[in-house]
């Protein structure tokens, strides 16, 4: 059997734990030669180092809970924290959590027993847990607290990583069914080709930009989509930018539209906006310096019209 036939059905046999199936795709990866393709394998076997690279789909909306004590040795254990409790700045930080670990944490996790609910945790910072510990219940402190993540999004994580693998190794089967038997480094397919097969089928057409606050030692991922406007405005609201100054994006954005210029990606009203949020800056009348403004803003703006 070829290859790419293995690992195939390794991909669909569930009963195949999915690090073989990703072991199968660093010998493929090495014989296509190809560096975006190894560059992803490796980091779903070891874990991913960089935060400003993690997919989409290892981004996790989880609720919280905690543990907590009052008067008289009473205590109330795994209750639940409302994000609202936190600071407004804050709450999208622990609203989600970022899965950076090796995939295999993460399996093995789907493997324990039917008596126990199989979901991860990851620990509050101890001085969050100091500043809210008396905010959350009456009468009552916060000792501990963490974030939940549930079965069935570390289940969606481990299938999401199959079903890409799947979708990748059938189009590179489409242009050459002997690619999985080629040599090393041999490039069996043009290097073109492979790339734009893993952007479609693995990397996706999402642009992953990080953000989160600096008061605390955790962040989350939003995502900017490709033509997506709900998208690019909860990406700019993480940065604090005003909802007045977010709805004269939109206005420029579809009246961009509606011109249907062809001469640049950027219409005239986005680019007019975009200056008069960077003297607004220079004025220090937004919640970021001029000297980051032009970085978040371009780079987000040029995410939602797909210019990477």
């Excluded at 795709?25 to 070891?46: I, M, S, T, Y």
């Excluded at 030692?217 to 990406?235: A, E, G, H, R």
Aim: aromatic residues 8%; glycine residues 6%.
């Amino acid at each position: 059997m070829s290859l790419l036939r293995e690992i195939q059905d390794a991909a669909i046999d569930e009963k195949i734990d999915i690090s073989v199936v990703l072991r199968k795709c660093k010998v493929l990866a090495a014989r296509l030669g190809n560096a975006e393709f190894k560059k992803w394998v490796d980091q779903e076997l070891n874990g991913y180092k960089d935060q400003d690279v993690l997919p989409e789909y290892r981004v996790f909306e989880v609720f919280s809970k905690g543990h907590f004590v009052g008067p008289f040795g009473s205590e109330l254990r795994n209750g639940d924290i409302p994000i609202s409790c936190l600071p407004e700045k804050w709450r999208d930080n622990f609203r989600y959590t970022r899965a950076r670990e090796p995939i295999s944490s993460y399996s093995s996790l789907l493997k324990v027993s039917e008596t126990q609910d199989g979901s991860a945790m990851a620990q509050w910072p101890p001085e969050l847990v100091a500043y809210v510990g008396r905010k959350i219940y009456r009468g009552m402190n916060c000792i501990s607290a963490w974030q939940n993540i549930p079965k069935n999004a570390i289940a969606s994580l481990v299938d999401s990583v199959r079903n890409r693998i799947l979708n990748f190794v059938l189009e590179i089967e489409s242009q050459n069914p002997n690619a999985g038997e080629a040599p090393i480094d041999s490039s069996p397919i043009q290097q073109e080709k492979v790339t734009q097969i893993f952007n479609t089928h693995i990397s996706g057409n999402v642009h992953n930009l990080a953000s989160g606050s600096t008061d605390v030692s955790q962040y989350v991922q939003i995502s900017v989509v490709k033509n997506d406007l709900d998208s690019l405005l909860s990406y700019l609201r993480a940065y604090e930018i005003e909802e007045s100054d977010l709805n004269k994006l939109q206005t420029a954005i579809l009246s961009d539209e509606d011109e249907d210029s062809t001469d640049s990606a950027w219409g005239t009203n986005v680019t007019s906006w975009l200056s008069k949020m960077i003297k607004k800056a220079s004025k220090g009348a937004l919640n970021i310096g001029s000297s980051v403004v032009v970085s978040v803003l371009t780079k987000a703006i040029n995410s939602y019209y797909g210019l990477g």
